[in-house]
């Protein structure tokens, strides 16, 4: 009913941004290609795709090949312009994800943000002519076009079954796949219960391969207070689907949940309602469990005290794919080309 009452929005949404792209496709406005190599993994909805362990994944995959800078926008940080991350940067600076993303790949990569990504590209190409630029989330911004785009979709929420905001969450039609050289369907349940083929079937008009990904969690690590067992956990997350959280955990451990919204910058006082309700249930085998991108906001707002009395675990998940060889394939035949 929602939906449907926001309808004629969209339909207005939908208009300007078809002729926002229609200016960039008959020149009118100028994309710019960027020098060298380059891979956007972007999405066509807003957020909750998984494009941050996707660009982790091609960091691992081509770290021992290239040079590689990443450049992303910096959702939710406080600051504006180009930054280059170090080691003192902050979540506030320079948003959750990129700080996430540097500090499991800093030896590995270059990171930076910067809310205008042609001037962002420019001074990473003064920094370094001849990297390969991975640009997160930046299929929408049409100033400069990547070498490779690869746009992620759900599995429960694929972008043919969606709508346009705010009616939806499209940020612009599905026709914005025809600039799209592949296709990601991500979050995916295991692999043995999926039928490929009516999904592929669905996406045939746009001739562009479709890969299949999904999380492989890991077991819990202890960040603070370190438990002999863990059978309930409490978890604390500001993503934009927190409910794909539960399936990290088996039917026998009883779970609880606090959510924000997406990029919530946490406050003391967060900690300590949090601490508060944990309190109120937890017995000696009851943990804390939040994710590496909600930690890098949390961990400087914990006390000493704090680290020694409540259990806080770290979730963290590989990516599975359907076809790994098939998709390192597909990316290597790029970033081998002349």
């Known amino acids: 009913m929602r939906r449907l009452a926001l309808y004629p929005f969209a339909l207005i949404y939908g208009t300007i941004i078809w002729l926002r792209n229609l200016c960039f496709d008959i020149g009118l406005f100028r994309s710019r290609a960027i020098e060298g190599?380059?891979?956007?993994?972007?999405?066509?909805?807003?957020?909750?795709?998984?494009?941050?362990?996707?660009?982790?994944y091609l960091i691992e995959q081509l770290k021992e090949r290239f040079d590689i800078q990443v450049l992303s926008r910096g959702y939710g940080r406080n600051t504006k312009g180009f930054i280059l991350l170090d080691r003192n940067a902050s979540a506030q600076q320079v948003g959750d994800e990129p700080l996430m993303l540097f500090k499991l790949h800093h030896t590995n990569a270059q990171f930076a943000v910067c809310e205008n990504r042609q001037y962002g590209v420019q001074r990473l190409r003064s920094l370094n002519s001849n990297s390969l630029i991975i640009l997160d989330d930046a299929f929408q911004h049409r100033w400069v076009s990547a070498g490779l785009n690869l746009v992620l979709t759900t599995w429960g929420r694929p972008i043919r079954q969606d709508a346009l905001l705010p009616s939806g969450n499209l940020r612009e039609p599905i026709s914005g796949l025809k600039r799209a050289h592949a296709l990601i369907v991500t979050k995916c349940p295991a692999f043995d219960s999926v039928d490929y083929q009516s999904f592929i079937k669905d996406y045939e008009k746009w001739n562009i391969p479709i890969f299949f990904s999904r999380y492989a969690y890991r077991p819990l690590s202890p960040l603070t207070k370190n438990l002999k067992d863990v059978k309930e956990v409490l978890i604390v997350s500001a993503i934009a689907h927190p409910q794909f959280l539960k399936g990290a955990f088996d039917q026998e451990v009883k779970t609880q949940e606090i959510s924000y919204p997406d990029h919530h910058t946490y406050k003391a006082s967060d900690v300590s309602k949090i601490h508060q309700f944990f309190d109120t249930f937890a017995t000696e085998n009851t943990a804390i469990v939040t994710t590496a991108k909600d930690w890098v906001k949390i961990q400087d707002l914990l006390s000493p005290e704090d680290q020694l009395k409540y259990p806080w675990y770290l979730l963290t998940f590989e990516l599975e794919w359907q076809n790994p060889i098939a998709f390192n394939q597909f990316i290597n035949r790029y970033v081998s080309s002349n």
Do not use: D
């Not at 190599?37 to 982790?56: A, E, F, L, Y």
């Open 37 to 56: 190599k380059s891979i956007c993994v972007g999405n066509i909805t807003v957020g909750g795709t998984g494009k941050s362990p996707h660009v982790s």
